[in-house]
C-alpha cells in the first residue's frame, strides 16, 4: 500500500523555521516527483513546491520562493521542506503529496496525499 | 496565470439525484490537464478525475468528468450521503508552477 507520512509541524513564531519531513513507503520513490501543497483553515489547496524524481530540480510557489527549501533522499524514500522566516500566512495543514505517474514531462495530478502536518505560525 | 472559478459556491440536492460543477479557465488549459478532487471534513483531497475525463483507481463510475479548452464538467449521478464534500478542479502541465487549484464547491446531500 502507497504510504505517505508527514511530521515536522507545529507552532512557531514570526521569523522562526520549520523543517518538515515526509516519509513514503509501497512505491519506487525515485521514480517519482513530489510536492508539498498546503491548505489554509478554511479556505482551498495552495500549491507550494515540487520536486523531480532525482532530485535536480525544484520549483516554488511565488509565495514561498526564497524562504522554502525543498530536497529529498532517495536512499531513505524521503522528503523534506525546510521553512524559513516564517509568516501568519503560512499557517496551514500541510500536506506531502505524489504525482500519479513516472515524470515523462509532465508535472502530473496528485494521486496520493498523507494525512497533513499542521504549521501554526503566531507569536 | 491561469485562474480556475468553480461554479456554483455550493449545491444542495438529494439522494438520487444528479450534481453538475463547472470548473472554468481564465484561459485554455493545455492537453486537458485538469484534475478533479473531493474533499470530506478532516481528511486530504482524494483524486477522482485526471484528463478532464479519466477516473482515477477505485473511483466509482457514478463520477463522470468531461470538457475541453477552458470549460469542464464535474457529474456526480446518483448522488449518495457519502457524496457530500468540496469538489476542487486542478490544473496542471508541463511546469510545477502551472499547478492551480479552483476555490471549489461544496455539494450538501440533503
Known amino acids: ?123 | 496565470e491561469v485562474v480556475l472559478t468553480q461554479s456554483p459556491g455550493t449545491l444542495s440536492l438529494s439522494p438520487g439525484e444528479r450534481a453538475t460543477l463547472s470548473c472554468r479557465g481564465s484561459q485554455t488549459v493545455t492537453s486537458n490537464y485538469l484534475a478533479w478532487y473531493q474533499q470530506k471534513p478532516g481528511q486530504a483531497p482524494r483524486l477522482l478525475i485526471y484528463g478532464a475525463s479519466s477516473r482515477a483507481t477505485g473511483i466509482p463510475d457514478r463520477f463522470s468528468g468531461s470538457g475541453s479548452g477552458t470549460d469542464f464538467t464535474l457529474t456526480i449521478s446518483r448522488l449518495e450521503p457519502e457524496d457530500s464534500a468540496v469538489y476542487y478542479c486542478q490544473k496542471y502541465g508541463r511546469s510545477a508552477t502551472m499547478y492551480t487549484f479552483g476555490q471549489g464547491t461544496k455539494l450538501e446531500i440533503k
Open chain 1, 1 to 123: 500500500e502507497v504510504q505517505l507520512l508527514e511530521s515536522g509541524g507545529g507552532l512557531v513564531q514570526p521569523g522562526g523555521s520549520l523543517r518538515l519531513s515526509c516519509a513514503a513507503s509501497g512505491f519506487k520513490f525515485s521514480d517519482y516527483a513530489m510536492n508539498w501543497v498546503r491548505q489554509a483553515p478554511g479556505k482551498g489547496p495552495e500549491w507550494v513546491s515540487h520536486i523531480f524524481g532525482g532530485g535536480d530540480r525544484s520549483y516554488y510557489a511565488d509565495s514561498v520562493k526564497g524562504r522554502f527549501t525543498l530536497s529529498r533522499d532517495n536512499s531513505n524514500n524521503t522528503m523534506f521542506l525546510q521553512m524559513n522566516s516564517l509568516r501568519a500566512e503560512d499557517t496551514a495543514v500541510y500536506y506531502c503529496v505524489k504525482d500519479a505517474v513516472p515524470y515523462n514531462g509532465v508535472c502530473d495530478a496528485f494521486d496520493v496525499w498523507g494525512q497533513g502536518t499542521v504549521v501554526t505560525v503566531s507569536s
